[in-house]
């Protein structure tokens, strides 16, 4: 029988979505595009998730350019990789807001060994998006920045979640990141799919470095409040 993280890993070197997407979008698949990705994420998930446990499901929202895009670690910049994981990384340091943020979660949960244990961290869509601004400059996009690209992946993303359910998911509750649109989108292919009983929705690290960090300590622990609701290994 597989562990989970055999389980992860296959899933991470097999992800490709090989549909058409809209005019000025481009896939950003960090397994194929980053040979580095798939071997630090892999030693990442054999690390925390060498064993056939249940965990809670956390989703954001797609993954950056300088966190899961590099590290292939959701919410896991190349710095928490070093310091917070104790794995190491040779290639240029990256550093994202949100992995900032969720791993003061992770310390204040009780750690890595803890927080990795009882949660696994993905998103919607499992591989990233990117664009041109006006400025020329490449830039992170989001599934729900268009309804036509929502509708471009949105059979992908259903198959995805439903993969990643199978490794070991408990579906009594799950965890969103982001309290807008992606927490809409979610609650509503819910009550089509029924994958969950039960969706908590969270501000998005990267909302509450940006807008609210005078008064980040309130969201963690709202964050620490809803985590604790869980059943662990149910």
Known sequence: MKT???KIIAFNKNVAFNGTLPKGISIMNPFKENKEAMKI???FYKKFYN???KRHIILGINPGRFGAGVTGVPFTDT???LNECGLPFSGKPTHEPSATFVYEVVNAYGGTKKFYGDFYIQSIFPLGFTATNEKGKEVNYNYYDSKELTEAVYDFMIEN???QISFGISTDLCFCFGTGKNEKFLKKINEEFKFFK???A???PRFIMQYKFKTKELYLDKY???FSKIKRNA
């Open 161 to 163: 979640i439903r993969k």
């Open 41 to 43: 994420s892999s030693e």
């Open 224 to 226: 620490l409040q809803a």
């Open 79 to 81: 710095k928490r990789l």
């Open 202 to 204: 969270l501000e998005h």
């Open 198 to 200: 039960k969706i908590i």
């Open 51 to 53: 064993d056939h446990n």
């Open 4 to 6: 989970f993280a055999e």
